[in-house]
């Protein structure tokens, strides 16, 4: 099945609601209007059961294949919420929201999504029923998680699941993936070191905690420079540096730090946590201060099961002529929360020559939607065929 002449069709219709969605854009689990328009779509499709609230603002589309006999159910999945972020592509439909952004491609995400759902509802050539999932809170939240929580998967009775994304550099329409690990678990961390504030004038009579707090920074990259085995992908970045005092005169009295860890092992996502720790309590003790640690682990490692590769792998063949090996990914991303849950697979599709994703310039290249519909189909139709 290459890429179906319905969906040349639709293009210009989707692309109208990815535009409007990307002029609307809202963040974590305030999809409130993005969620209102995919369920008036669903029901306008005649979908069989469309069911609101899940995952606080996620919804869930049911749609029944012509036969039903073979029982099996199969979940799609996009993601509809926005970044945090000052637009600044200048697009005739930039974002009306200051400070929002479908800086991520989400806006696309959810169109192909829709269109793929609109032709399943009218054709319903597959033996069994599509669950298309609209999850908010991609982007930090874990609103993946929580449509998990909410007891999404047996509810419907899902059995296998599929989630895409876009990426800028890839050939337009082409897809790319991998077995195994992909995206990395994400992990957050704030350390407070505190010292004794003073004079800037007079540092002997202060315990300096910046002093320490610079110590800690370089030290932190021995953790994946000479405690992680070198064959092994973790990243600890510090991103905030922030202390107690503005002023040019003034030792703080307190420095905090925020950062992130990225592994794709829980054996490092284990010494990461435990060296981070070790490592600030132990340097503030040997420099006077005191040290106060908050480790989160927020999205778990995103694992692309075998079996369920292998048939993404197919469909992205049938509609494209290939389908590339993608690169490990440092990135999170929390469609791992539907993978512990049931087997399935994540996709790259190619985005073509775009600005990078979370960049204030990154645009949704809409020539991707024939494909990106296309393989959602093709997902559906070929592990649920017909009996004739």
Request: proline share 4%.
């Amino acid at each position: 099945m290459p890429v179906k002449n319905r969906f040349a069709e639709l293009h210009d219709e989707i692309t109208a609601w990815r535009r409007d969605l990307h002029e609307n854009p809202e963040i974590l689990f305030e999809t409130h209007r993005t969620s209102a328009l995919v369920a008036d779509k669903l029901r306008e499709f005649g979908c069989d059961e469309v069911v609101t609230g899940l995952g606080r603002t996620g919804v869930v589309g049911v749609i029944k294949g012509k036969e039903t006999g073979s029982g099996k159910v199969i979940g799609l999945r996009a993601d509809m919420d926005a970044l945090p972020i000052h637009e600044t592509t200048g697009l005739d439909y930039a974002s009306k929201t200051d400070g929002a952004m479908h800086a991520c491609g989400h806006d696309g995400h959810t169109a192909m999504l829709l269109g793929a759902a609109k032709y399943l509802a009218e054709t319903r050539g597959f033996d069994g029923t599509v669950c298309v999932i609209f999850q908010p809170a991609e982007e930090g939240g874990g609103g993946g998680k929580e449509m998990c929580d909410d007891g999404m998967m047996d509810r419907f009775g899902i059995q296998e699941v599929y989630g895409m994304h876009n990426w800028p550099g890839m050939p337009l329409g082409q897809f790319a993936i991998r077995p195994g690990a992909f995206f990395a678990a994400t992990d957050v961390f704030e350390i407070t070191i505190e010292g004794r504030g003073g004079h800037a004038a007079k540092p002997h009579e202060t315990i300096d905690p910046t002093v320490c707090a610079a110590q800690f920074v370089s030290a932190a990259q021995s953790i994946a420079s000479r405690n992680a085995d070198p064959v092994d992908q973790i990243v600890v970045s510090i991103t905030s540096f922030v202390t107690s005092s503005q002023a040019f005169n003034v030792i703080p009295g307190a420095v905090t730090l925020r950062g992130t860890v990225r592994t794709l092992a829980p054996a490092n996502r284990d010494l990461a946590e435990n060296r981070l720790t070790q490592l600030a309590t132990s340097l503030s003790e040997g420099f006077g201060c005191s040290a106060d640690v908050n480790y989160t682990r927020n999205y778990p490692v995103m694992i692309n099961h075998d079996t369920e590769t292998e048939h993404a792998i197919a469909a992205a063949k049938s509609v494209s002529g290939q389908c590339d090996s993608a690169p490990l990914i440092m990135g999170g991303e929390d469609f791992a929360f539907m993978l512990e849950e049931r087997p399935g697979a994540y996709i790259l599709v190619g985005n073509g020559d775009s600005a990078a994703v979370h960049n204030a310039n990154y645009n949704f290249n809409d020539d991707a939607i024939p494909a990106g519909c296309s393989w959602w189909v093709e997902m559906a139709e070929s592990r649920m065929p017909l009996s004739n």
